[in-house]
T-cell receptor
């Protein structure tokens, strides 16, 4: 059981380039999330999705786009990379965003380390 | 939305209990408290959660005060592998603060 898989693990981009961070989960979770983590800081929510075809903004959505065409996949798109987007990006999934309903913690991937120069 | 306060760092001797406090004085009555930890730069790992009652699982125990304004995560016999950043998170808010960096020393 792979859980949450993120690709690539590392990437270096030039300013202004675009790229897509991939995230897939095999647990049939309906909720998926994207976070970024800057050095020494906690995670900040970028976007989340409550199911296929439905996405919503988190704390720091500017500069990013997402789509959710299937239950399994939740790609994160950077259109015009900027140095401020240098960070570690984590994808997560759960049965529901409201984790207080039953024992439904988030499962995290291993992250994508992105540097923009 | 609830806001949590945790000490930035703590040390613990190997084999001893590690007690990590969290203040969540503005938590609402239906918000759960979840604990995660992050080892090195890996993705956060779920530890335990609770609403009102104390909870225990194979990893840790969670003690929640009667007024629910604070909680304590207890690792009963800390090992070197428990060195990590520990996050206390109100749910469904899901905002990660800076957490507590626990260092377990031999």
């Amino acid at each position: 059981n792979a859980g949450v898989t993120q690709t690539p693990k590392f990437r270096i981009l030039k300013i202004g380039q675009s790229m897509t961070l991939q995230c897939t989960q095999d647990m049939n979770h309906n909720y998926m999330y994207w976070y970024r983590q800057d050095p020494g800081m906690g995670l900040k929510l970028i976007y989340y999705s409550v199911g296929a075809g439905i996405t919503d903004k988190g704390e720091v959505p500017n500069g990013y786009n997402v789509s959710r065409s299937t239950t399994e996949d939740f790609p994160l798109r950077l259109e015009l990379a900027a140095p401020s987007q240098t960070s570690v990006y984590f994808c997560a999934s759960s049965y529901s965003r409201r984790m207080g309903v039953g024992n439904q913690p988030q499962h995290f991937g291993d992250g994508t380390r992105l540097s923009i120069l | 939305d609830a806001k949590t306060t945790q000490p930035p760092s703590m040390d613990c001797a190997e084999g001893r209990a590690a007690n990590l406090p969290c203040n969540h004085s503005t938590i609402s009555g239906n918000e759960y408290v979840y604990w995660y930890r992050q080892i090195h730069s890996q993705g956060p790992q779920y530890i335990i959660h609770g609403l009102k009652n104390n909870e225990t699982n194979e990893m840790a125990s969670l003690i929640i005060t009667e007024d629910r304004k604070s909680s304590t995560l207890i690792l009963p016999h800390a090992t070197l592998r428990d060195t990590a950043v520990y996050y206390c998170i109100p749910v469904p808010d899901m905002r990660f603060g800076a957490g507590t960096r626990l260092t377990v020393k031999p």
